[in-house]
């Protein structure tokens, strides 16, 4: 075994202390070049100035006030273990706009350790984030992250 | 073949769409989303953790094509109001996916006529890797008619 392996985090066996943890928060602006670049990547069209509505989930992590590292270091985890999504919902109460400065802010809202016939052992972390614009409640993307815990 | 001029109703399918994942858009996307996951862009990561060594596709790529297709439907990307997804599979590099939608209910509210849809992403030749429902405002200039 590497250093490296040693130097591993142990996951623990139960993270539901964290359900309610706040992220930091923080603000996310829809440059035109995100739009551009977003749809681009989706091999939708660039040009459209309407903001892609995945850009709601993206305004939402990149603006919660952490890192994926440090939202994977609260459970023990690395991006080397292949953490993956389990489940997504974004709900729009507002339509995105180019150039609008949304104001984030999240949580983690449940922790439930499974353990699959083939995956073996498995942690799956819910956290929803909030886009809020002018004091308008824009949006609500929740997610889930399933944690692969192939030594618990 | 869809009638471009039918209603909407209750049954109607939305026109799908078809992608062909490339791996230089992954790569796009991990800088977008600050995304350090190295299955998306580093084929030897893939190799020790004893997967396909084809990049696998980002979570929000697979269901950004399904909102493309619920959005071109509609209208316009602003049409979608409420979109839930369940990730059942990986998407790779490479891999043609196809997405599809059914209309399942209709009401209208102060919005408009909304319409909710059962949606799913499958690889051609494999599995259904994303599934849920969506609800999408139709546009009362035309849009969202199958």
Redesign the interface.
């Known amino acids: 075994m590497s250093d490296q392996e040693d130097q591993r985090p142990v996951p623990r066996d139960d993270y539901s202390d964290l359900v309610g943890r706040e992220f930091p928060g923080g603000s996310y602006t829809v440059e035109p070049w995100?739009t551009w670049?977003?749809a681009?990547?989706?091999?939708?069209d660039p040009w459209?100035e309407?903001?892609?509505?995945?850009l709601a989930?993206?305004a939402g992590?990149?603006g919660m006030g952490m890192?994926?590292?440090d939202l994977f270091a609260w459970f023990d985890a690395r991006?080397?273990d292949?953490?993956?999504?389990?489940?997504?919902?974004?709900?729009?109460h507002r339509?995105?706009e180019q150039g609008a400065t949304y104001d984030v802010s999240g949580r983690i809202v449940s922790v439930d350790r499974k353990v699959g016939r083939r995956a073996g052992a498995f942690d799956v972390v819910g956290y929803e984030l909030d886009l809020h614009h002018g004091g308008d409640h824009v949006a609500r993307c929740y997610n889930s992250i399933v944690f692969p815990r192939r030594n618990a | 073949m869809s009638d471009k001029t039918a209603p909407v109703e209750v049954g109607t399918e939305v026109p799908p769409l078809e992608v062909v994942v490339d791996p230089e858009k992954m790569k796009v996307m991990a800088a977008l989303l600050a995304d350090p996951t190295p299955i998306h862009f580093d084929t030897r990561a893939l190799a020790a953790l004893g997967m396909d060594e084809r990049p696998v596709n980002q979570g929000p790529l697979n269901m950004g094509y399904l909102q493309t297709m619920l959005a071109r439907w509609a209208g316009g990307r602003d049409r979608l109001l409420d979109f839930r997804v369940r990730f059942q599979g990986n998407v790779l590099a490479g891999d043609t996916v196809r997405g599809t939608g059914r209309v399942t209910a209709l009401r209208d509210d102060p919005r408009g006529r909304v319409a909710t849809c059962e949606v799913a992403l499958e690889v051609l030749g494999g599995d259904v890797v994303l599934s849920g429902d969506a609800e999408v405002v139709l546009d009362d200039q035309g849009g969202g008619q199958a």
């Open positions: 995100r670049l977003v681009d990547a989706l091999l939708d459209d309407t903001p892609h509505p995945v989930w993206m992590v990149a890192t994926w590292d991006a080397t292949g953490p993956v999504f389990g489940e997504h919902r974004t709900t729009l339509s995105l």
